[in-house]
């Protein structure tokens, strides 16, 4: 089956400065994708592309098979059938919100239009505001409409770009998971760019993480989190610290922390100097063991608490636990690491 | 005990809007005072009724009116056309698209500002009429047989105007453009919108407050013209009131011709007001980013260019070296030491009434800023209204009773003092001073006023805990923050009344000539080159406030 989306090896510049360098990836009918990244990254360039704003330097975009630009050629914006949620929602504030949602429905069968705008209305719950303008909603309405005012010409393809970055963090996640729910029951494919990578697990069938105009892992969320291919994916997706070992077995290393054993994706030779992703949740309290860690600071977050602890050799690790556990800083306890999924990179050798 | 409802009295009124006797002080008494003088010229005019004038309405019905309603009418019809479709095409191509010059012309554009409507008059009389430069070159080229375009005629005054007011319609339309334009744009391609669809289904609309806001200013500015209509001898509501006090000597009337402008002025007023009001909308988010413009086709974006350069080429660079053109043919002749007195009484009047301006603004904006009450904000509000008056009216209306204040001056001076002058207030820049004030102290105030709100009431209270109150705090916080809508207050008053020229004209003492009433002089002569001296005094001058404006622009 022809992918919906499909970018190939495509590279833009701005002046001299390239912030897209030679990015492929492919979206499947009624997939949800995400671009996750900091700021700067170039994820929102490469959203813009494909909706036709900017020019490509290298490489060629194919929207459900039709080649869409590549160097040089591009086609219009408004012939592309791309819908887009705008980061500032962009809703046009001299109509209302009926006039704004069915702003794009072209054809001349207005009956089924307004009954499809009716529907969509209803189904993002702005079903009894139609006739308010955009600046009598709040924040997370107006997000709604912007999401109704792009599905309503049935695009192709839906790009949001940052589209929960304006609302308040309680109402990002709810809204997200909303948003999945609505874009699931349409069918819609979509691309998203965000820097919140709990937005992007909400949303996201695939994300991407991107650094300096590249995609580093484009993989499931599962994935990214137990798998990362690099130590940027690693540290930038959840939290945790790497711990230097030496690989002394396959699947087998030996650390600071004793000999860890568990499951990998890469063989490595006995010998190997690495360093072990250690996940706060891979850190096992144990009453039972000889206090070998010292604890430095503790984060109160609710459901659990987030130690910090240190290592006779200073090494500092990471520690997740119950919440109802209170150990206070400066106490030594003892830990012990139970690692399901062994992450491990080689250590650079000095050049 | 009476248990019958008593009426509200007036006091009670006032102080369920927060003033009361008790609570009466200097700023109130001032905002009062400052009210009261905005107000002075519309109850004069409202007035002047009560003196009917039967014998002189009748030879104006019969002569005169119906030629001022039509000639206003076409003005009013024709020159927001012009702006309009001049003052939005140049916004969007500057705001949104991108063609080679675009950045120098987004701001030389604005140059038109500098010259004062008056002036580009006689220029393209000079220019364009019958023995005008270009038509007798044309003439020589194609044969004397040759018909043009009459200059002179309703055509020729809606161009100049257009071309000369076109600015305020292009600097709201681009601020608008430039805010919301480009990612308006966006939407509506990603909803499948082509250019033009999105120009005009968004873009446009979008931009309508802002848009009508700007023709609403030039109608003001249209309305109280003079300058221009007299240079094209075109009657209209303006010069008959001058014609009326001048040529009539009836004062009655001027004011009772002045009540069709005032009308008009207060529709005009209110329908501003209201699109003030509708102008709070603007998306925020990223906007302006280089990079995000309209990418023109070769030949279009040369046309671009083009056009942007011929509005420019006629509406200033043009006049301007006609100008020079002229004075340097005529300086030798022309320029001696009356020439200071022009200039030095424009300079004085220029400085004086910018004082003036700055000081009342000032005082009303620390009145707002003391005393928070829907009175003191209503009254504030209204004395800012009066831009909307033209000169001519005010003019008027503040001679009227000046002169009777006068009278009675002279009376009690003869009573008490023995001493019978001719005139004691008629003799002073006093009128001229009042009228100025109340035209510009919305061009003062704004300026001030936006200074003044940088300055959060929390900047004083975190001032005053950290030890600094009274002069100091004036001084080290007030002052610095404020001096920048200070000098831009004075550049612009200073400059707006050395190019004013009703007021000037009709109340100045008499030897208080100024280079502005020098063109009117000169041009009601037809002597252009000889106007053209001191015009290019005031052009430079008027570059001052245009910088100023290119600078905020910029930033």
């Known amino acids: 089956m022809t992918p919906i989306l499909s970018l190939q090896d495509i590279s833009q510049a701005y002046g001299r400065q390239r912030i897209v360098n030679q990015l492929s990836l492919e979206l499947e009918d009624g997939q949800i994708g995400c671009l996750l990244g900091e700021s700067g990254c170039g994820k929102t360039s490469v959203l813009r592309t494909i909706a036709g704003f900017e020019p490509l330097l290298e490489g060629e975009i194919r929207i459900s098979g039709q080649l869409v630009s590549q160097p040089g050629r591009s086609l219009a914006a408004d012939q592309r059938k791309v819908g887009m949620v705008f980061q500032d929602y962009a809703l046009f504030p001299h109509l209302t919100i009926y006039d704004n949602v069915i702003f794009g429905c072209k054809g001349a069968d207005k009956k089924r239009a307004a009954q499809q705008v009716n529907k969509l209305l209803d189904t993002v719950g702005l079903g009894n505001s139609q006739k308010k303008y955009p600046h009598e909603l709040s924040g997370g309405q107006q997000q709604r409409v912007a999401l109704a005012r792009a599905l309503a010409p049935q695009p192709k393809l839906l790009l949001l770009d940052e589209p929960f970055s304006n609302l308040d963090v309680t109402l990002r996640e709810r809204l997200s998971l909303e948003v999945r729910d609505i874009l699931k029951e349409q069918g819609t494919t979509a691309l998203m760019v965000t820097h919140n990578q709990h937005e992007a697990f909400a949303m996201a069938d695939l994300v991407g993480v991107m650094r300096s105009g590249e995609i580093q892992q484009w993989d499931t969320a599962y994935n990214l989190y137990h798998h990362p291919v690099n130590p940027y994916v690693a540290d930038f997706v959840g939290e945790g610290v790497l711990l230097p070992g030496l690989v002394s077995a396959n699947c087998r290393v030996e650390t600071g922390l004793g000999l860890l054993d568990g499951l990998c994706c890469v063989e490595m030779t006995p010998g190997t100097a690495v360093n072990v992703l250690i996940r706060p949740e891979d850190i096992v309290y144990d009453p039972e063991y000889q206090p070998n860690v010292e604890v430095l600071r503790r984060h109160f977050r609710g459901p659990s608490t987030f130690y910090t602890l240190a290592m006779a050799d200073g090494t500092q690790l990471q520690m997740l636990m119950p919440s109802t556990s209170n150990h206070l800083p400066g106490t030594r306890i003892g830990i012990r690491a139970q690692v399901q999924h062994l992450v491990l990179f080689p250590t650079q050798q000095p050049s | ?555």
């Open chain 2, 1 to 555: 005990m009476s248990l019958s409802p008593s009426k509200p009295s007036r006091a009670s009124i006032a102080e369920a809007l927060g003033w009361s006797v008790s609570s009466m002080d200097g700023w109130r008494l001032l905002v009062l005072a400052v009210f009261m003088l905005v107000l002075t010229p519309l109850l004069v005019v409202a007035g002047s009724f009560l003196w009917p004038q039967p014998e002189l309405w009748k030879h104006l019905q019969q002569t005169l009116l119906t030629d001022l309603l039509f000639n206003t009418l076409w003005l009013v019809l024709g020159v927001p056309i012009g702006t309009l479709l001049l003052g939005v095409s140049l916004a969007w191509l500057t705001a949104t698209c991108a063609f080679p010059g675009r950045r120098i012309f987004s701001w030389a554009l604005l140059l038109p500002m500098a010259m004062p409507a008056y002036v580009l008059a006689f220029v393209f009389i000079g220019l364009f009429d019958f023995s005008g430069v270009v038509p007798t070159q044309l003439r020589s080229w194609f044969g004397p047989g040759l018909s043009l375009p009459e200059i002179r005629s309703v055509g020729g005054v809606i161009v100049v105007l257009s071309l000369s007011l076109f600015p305020y319609v292009y600097l709201l339309a681009r601020n608008a453009f430039l805010t919301q334009g480009m990612r308006a744009m966006e939407a509506a391609q990603s909803l499948g919108c082509n250019r033009w669809q999105g120009f005009f289904r968004v873009a446009l609309p979008m931009a309508r407050p802002w848009i009508a806001g700007g023709v609403l200013l030039v109608l003001m500015e249209t309305l109280a013209d003079f300058g221009t209509v007299s240079t094209f001898n075109y009657d209209t509501f303006t010069t008959a009131i001058y014609k009326m006090w001048f040529g009539f000597f009836s004062l009655e009337g001027a004011a009772q011709l002045s009540s069709f402008l005032v009308l008009i002025a207060l529709v005009l007023l209110v329908a501003e007001q209201s699109q003030r009001r509708r102008r709070r909308y603007t998306p925020g988010g990223r906007s302006g980013q280089s990079g995000e413009r309209l990418v023109l086709s070769c030949w279009h974006r040369w046309l671009a260019s083009g056009y942007c350069a011929l509005i420019l080429v006629v509406s200033f660079l043009l006049p301007v070296a006609q100008l020079a053109r002229w004075a340097t043919e005529s300086f030798g002749e022309e320029f001696d030491e009356r020439y200071y007195a022009w200039l030095g009484h424009s300079l004085l009047l220029g400085l004086l009434a910018a004082l003036l301006v700055a000081a009342v603004a000032l005082a009303l904006a620390y009145a707002r800023r003391r005393h928070r009450d829907p009175l003191t904000k209503w009254l504030v509000w209204f004395s800012g209204l009066g831009y909307a008056l033209p000169g001519s009216v005010l003019a008027v209306g503040i001679f009227i009773p000046l002169a009777h204040l006068d009278n009675l001056l002279i009376d009690a001076a003869g009573h008490w003092l023995g001493w019978s002058p001719d005139a004691i207030l008629r003799d002073t820049v006093a009128i001229m001073l009042l009228a100025y004030l109340i035209r510009f102290l919305a061009v003062g105030h704004k300026a001030i006023d936006s200074a003044m709100q940088r300055i959060r009431p929390s900047i004083d209270e975190a001032a005053r805990l950290l030890g600094t109150g009274g002069l100091t705090l004036l001084r080290r916080i007030h002052l610095p923050i404020v001096s920048g809508g200070l000098a831009t207050a004075l550049t612009l008053v200073f400059v707006d009344v050395m190019k004013e020229m009703p007021i000037t004209l009709m109340t100045r003492p008499f030897g208080w000539d100024t280079l502005a009433v020098k063109i009117f002089e000169l041009t009601s002569e037809g002597e252009w080159e000889r106007a053209a001296v001191p015009a290019l005094f005031l052009v430079a001058a008027g570059l001052l406030p245009i910088m100023l404006l290119i600078r905020k622009m910029e930033r």
